[in-house]
């Protein structure tokens, strides 16, 4: 079966330095991996998506994640936070019928 | 064009009634879910709908939880005798039918908070 697991429950950063939110996957196949982000009071929006292409994914607002099959990994990072990018984080995988299994969620607090 | 929709954004209930909960999809998407997000939790998967074919309830907590989609388009869900437990954010999400490009990018809604007194 397909899964997630989301490392951190809540990361805190400062404005301007490196932000990483850990995720890790379990799945029987090549995986479809995916990052959303909710802000407050807004429903979820994709950041990215992983679907067996390219290993580096770039998405939007500066974001990026690695799909490494040997650590089962997805994690996401961007070189420099924003006040702006303080929100929840889902990690995602796509289980087998289409459905969307979610991590827990990371919290991004990001410090002036 | 319009996002996926929900109604109502809110609703409180006395425990014990049913309550009905509508999603709007985007135009032209065949597939559409159901998630439950309970508060500080992830979402859980519910009830996925692929155009006419039967869909997947694997999801639903109990036999009070029963969606439909009408006409391939719109969908409600359906909570009967609800319980306090069943308090939480209830998400749509919607997207294009397998075999396109774009089969895996859910679209979704901004959810109805249901509040079971």
């Known amino acids: 079966a397909q899964s997630v697991t989301q490392l951190d429950s809540h990361v805190s950063v400062s404005e301007g330095t490196p932000v990483l939110l850990r995720c890790n996957y379990s799945?029987?196949?090549?995986?479809?991996l995916f990052w959303y982000v909710q802000h407050p009071n807004k429903g979820l929006q994709l950041l990215l998506k992983?679907?067996?292409?390219?290993?580096l994914v770039k998405g939007i607002n500066g974001f990026e994640a690695e799909f490494k099959k040997s650590e089962t990994s997805f994690h996401l990072t961007k070189p420099s936070a924003h006040m702006s990018d303080a929100a929840e984080y889902f990690c995602?995988?796509?289980?087998?019928?289409?459905?969307?299994?979610f991590g827990a969620g990371t919290r991004l607090t990001v410090k002036p | 064009g319009a996002g996926v929709s929900q109604s109502p954004s809110n609703k409180v209930t006395e425990k014990g009634k049913d309550v009905e909960l509508r999603c709007d999809p985007i135009?032209?998407?065949?597939?559409l879910y159901w998630y439950r997000q309970s508060l500080g939790q992830g979402l859980e998967f519910l009830i996925y709908?692929?155009?006419?074919?039967?869909?997947?309830k694997s999801g639903l907590p109990s036999d009070r939880f029963s969606a439909e989609r009408t006409g391939g388009s719109v969908s409600t869900l359906t909570i009967q005798r609800t319980q306090q437990e069943d308090s939480a954010v209830y998400l749509c999400?919607?997207?294009?039918?397998?075999?396109?490009?774009?089969?895996?990018?859910?679209?979704f809604g901004p959810g109805t908070r249901l509040t079971v007194l």
């Open positions: 999400a919607s997207s294009l039918g397998s075999g396109t490009p774009r089969y895996n990018e859910q679209f």
């Open positions: 799945s029987s196949y090549s995986p479809s």
């Open positions: 992983y679907t067996s292409a390219a290993t």
């Open positions: 995602v995988v796509r289980g087998n019928n289409n459905d969307m299994r």
């Open positions: 135009s032209g998407h065949t597939a």
């Open positions: 709908f692929q155009g006419n074919s039967a869909p997947d």
